[in-house]
């Protein structure tokens, strides 16, 4: 569904590409989460991936990105638009700004897309179905709590029906309560419409619950690619400035006093770290 | 808490085409800019945006804020205008240093009048009128999209910038800034408000660049719209005869 096909960028105006020789494909229907330290190339990937480098940013870009079969540099934004979706991080700056109702303003990527009338309804409704706020369609997007907009912001690129959706982290301003509800709409999103999901994410415990694939950038350059309990365990993590997974912080320092038994993985999320503590006093 | 200067309610105003409602708007505030008549202004203010406003239920609110806003303009244009009229000679008051002249008075009067006219013509069509219908009739007699967009946000976004600017302001005074007490005082309180506000609004630009072109903003489609206005043939001829009798007023008016 993705294929970056030995990917350079670099920035007007900069010295050093902020990706390096990135070589990555992506599988339909896969969610993949990316992380890195500050600077590491994250929102640089998603750029890449979404064709806004290099239609929107300009610089130096070597090597191809295919995005579900089409070129992402020869193809116009306003057509891969409909195949991939970017959310950004601050829901409030992703609202049109022209719209008074949730409806009109999930509708306004279709108004721009030319799509009939008749067919809005429907595509609305369902986007908004996905995101749990059907109910609130006539409402103000702006009279939502962060959370809630961070969905609506999902549910304007989600009505265009893209086949891979792009986030950079979108759960960054939200709270607890609100990064579930976002986390619960991308697995619905999975499951229903059989979409790519790549997200970029922080918070290592939602993507060691979430996600199949975590992937690790480092300097502009793919460090680890894996599994969530594969990457997110790795040794490497502190030295690439990666917070780890509070799970696994706990199972290190339990291994340390005998607790935790050493051929045993360690574990990423709340129920393998239960799986495992149990194993251990042979439960 | 308001998002935007539109009121919803259920009304014939309200009901109206907005291009109806824009074209009323510009022959009234046009003929009351180019009349000879200094009264007239006021006298349309008076007898015909209040009329409508009332008939849009929004007539309390289009007075309470056209006065919030014409008010301090009418004041200052009044001393101004009053005590320094080039050429002025009638004589109302005697200050020694200053006097206040007749003839500064009645400019001031006719210019405060053309300016409650324009803020209550003005406050009619955006009260009235859902801003994204007003844009969606613009852009469907022509305008280009991202003209209508740009206007229309800037509408919008005012009130929001006017949150934002609360909030920095309540943030520096939690640190200690001084923003009550003589005008210095007030004048030195506005930097560290502007910077943050200004610098924040262009730093935002970027991201919403982004977000309206990961929204196929900038697609060459010919566009479709989501919201339906509702139009009839009588109002259609109305825009035209009220576009034609407010050209010929104006230019009677101005080759007069």
Redesign the interface.
């Known amino acids: 569904m993705i294929h970056f096909e030995r990917v350079t960028y670099t920035y007007p105006h900069t010295a050093h590409p902020a990706l390096r020789d990135i070589n990555l494909d992506i599988d339909e229907g896969s969610f993949v989460a990316v992380i890195g330290a500050n600077g590491a190339g994250k929102s640089t990937l998603c750029a890449a991936l979404?064709g806004?480098i290099p239609?929107?940013f300009r610089g130096e870009l070597q090597g191809r990105v295919i995005v579900d079969g089409l070129d992402t540099a020869t193809t116009p934004?306003?057509e891969l638009?409909?195949r991939v979706?970017?959310?950004?991080?601050?829901p409030f700056?992703?609202l049109?700004?022209?719209?008074?109702t949730l409806?009109?303003e999930v509708?306004?990527?279709?108004?721009?897309?030319?799509?009939?009338?008749e067919e809005?309804f429907a595509r609305?409704n369902a986007a908004l179905d996905i995101v749990g706020l059907r109910e609130f369609a006539n409402r103000?997007p702006?009279?939502l709590s962060g959370g809630e907009m961070q969905r609506v912001?999902l549910a304007?690129?989600l009505v265009?029906e893209p086949r891979v959706l792009v986030l950079d982290e979108p759960t960054a301003q939200l709270d607890p309560i609100g990064t579930r509800e976002l986390f619960h709409a991308l697995r619905a999103l999975i499951s229903e419409r059989r979409c790519t999901v790549v997200l970029v994410e922080q918070k290592t415990e939602w993507i060691a619950a979430f996600a199949d694939r975590v992937i690790a950038l480092h300097d502009g350059a793919i460090v680890l690619d894996g599994t969530p309990r594969a990457v997110l365990t790795s040794a490497r993590l502190d030295e690439i400035g990666i917070r780890v997974p509070r799970y696994t912080v706990a199972a290190r320092a339990a291994r340390e006093q005998g607790l935790w038994q050493r051929e045993l993985e360690l574990p990423v999320t709340f129920e393998q770290a239960v799986q495992g503590f149990q194993t251990r006093s042979g439960k | 808490m308001h998002r935007s200067f539109f009121l919803p309610r259920r009304s014939g105003l309200h009901e109206l085409h907005p291009l109806t409602k824009l074209v009323g708007v510009l022959a009234l505030v046009g003929i009351g800019f180019l009349a000879r008549w200094s009264h007239l202004p006021i006298a349309l203010f008076l007898f015909a945006v209040l009329p409508l406003a009332a008939w849009g239920r929004i007539a309390r609110d289009l007075i309470r804020v056209t006065l919030t806003v014409v008010l301090p303009f009418v004041i200052s244009i009044a001393i101004v205008q009053g005590l320094f009229f080039p050429g002025a000679t009638k004589t109302l008051i005697d200050f020694g240093f200053f006097a206040l002249k007749e003839e500064g008075l009645v400019f001031a009067y006719g210019t405060a009048g053309k300016i409650l006219l324009l803020a209550g013509a003005g406050l009619l069509l955006l009260f009235s009128t859902h801003p994204s219908d007003l844009m969606l009739a613009l852009v469907q007699c022509g305008m280009p999209h991202a003209l209508g967009y740009i206007v229309v946000t800037a509408i919008q976004l005012l009130p929001q910038l006017q949150a934002k600017a609360a909030a920095i302001l309540d943030a520096q005074r939690a640190r200690g800034l001084e923003t009550e007490g003589t005008v210095l005082v007030r004048v030195r309180a506005l930097i560290p408000l502007l910077s943050p506000l200004v610098f924040g609004a262009l730093a935002d630009v970027d991201e919403r660049a982004l977000a309206l072109e990961a929204r196929a903003f900038s697609s060459r489609r010919a566009k479709t719209s989501f919201k339906e206005l509702r139009d009839t043939r009588g109002q259609a001829i109305a825009r035209w005869l009220i576009l034609l009798g407010g050209t010929i007023v104006c230019a009677i008016e101005v080759w007069r």
């Open positions: 979404a806004f239609h929107h934004l306003s638009v409909t979706g970017l959310v950004f991080q601050n700056n992703q049109s700004g022209a719209k008074l409806a009109e509708a306004f990527g279709l108004e721009n897309l030319g799509v009939p009338r809005m609305v103000s702006y009279a912001a304007c690129i265009m």
